[in-house]
């Protein structure tokens, strides 16, 4: 059972348009979600969310969490076509035992276009 | 140094012979990640260690995968008699302290099993 959600898969924009991006997560135990964008290879960090209801936020880009609705929201406002890419949600929690996982979503995969 | 080096970048292997992949974490991090991404798709966690111990293993087909963090080494990932469905890339990541917080991406290697 997929523990990490994300949607839409795709997503096709205009430059200029604004996007939200979908992440809902059923873990119990949880610490954190954590967003990466992946271009051509390595994933790179974007936030780190622990607290429902505190937006952080980069430029154009800002996350939400809402933890007792169990997802999380990436905006991305003002597009351009460099912010093609795939967006990973992830999501942090105590497995038991000592251990924590780290859990990724499918992704969803952006395209601005000009 | 301050990034994920993993090598080689690019490794084509025939049917049921080895596979050896590297990682230097970032110096002062003490938790490596293992990941494979098959075709851009979901992050599959394979295994994680703190230090040199083995943290969790949940993730790894242990009849052919095996992983080390040797002390003044690089972490290693092998994988004996490769299938064609171990074509992936595979990604390292590290972490400083706190388990799974802003994990750092290497590259990638990019695995290939004709």
């Known amino acids: 059972e997929d523990k990490v959600v994300q949607s839409p898969l795709s997503l096709v924009v205009h430059e200029g348009d604004t996007v939200t991006l979908n992440c809902s997560y059923e873990v119990t135990n949880f610490r954190s979600l954590l967003w990466y964008k992946q271009e051509k290879k390595a994933p790179t960090f974007l936030f780190m969310l622990t607290s429902s209801g505190i937006e952080k936020k980069s430029g154009r880009l800002s996350s939400i969490l809402d933890k007792k609705e169990l997802f999380s929201i990436l905006n991305i406002t003002a597009t351009q076509t460099g912010d093609s890419a795939i967006y990973l949600c992830?999501?942090?929690?105590?497995?038991?035992?000592?251990?924590?996982?780290?859990?990724f979503g499918k992704g969803t995969k952006l395209s601005v276009i000009p | 140094g301050e990034e994920v080096a993993q090598t080689p970048k690019h490794l084509v292997r025939g049917e049921g012979q080895k596979a050896k992949l590297y990682c230097a974490p970032i110096k002062g991090h003490s938790y490596v990640f293992w990941y494979q991404q098959v075709l851009k798709n979901e992050f599959k966690f394979l295994i994680s260690?703190?230090?040199?111990?083995?943290?969790?293993e949940t993730g790894m087909p242990k009849e052919r995968f095996s992983a080390k963090c040797l002390p003044n080494s690089p972490c290693s990932l092998e994988i004996q008699a490769t299938k064609l469905e171990d074509s992936a890339v595979y990604f390292c990541?590290?972490?400083?302290?706190?388990?799974?917080?802003?994990?750092?991406f290497g590259s990638g290697t990019q695995l290939s099993v004709l």
């Open positions: 992830a999501v942090r929690f105590y497995s038991g035992a000592g251990s924590y996982q780290l859990t």
């Open positions: 260690f703190q230090n040199e111990n083995v943290f969790d």
């Open positions: 990541a590290s972490s400083q302290r706190v388990f799974g917080e802003k994990l750092f």
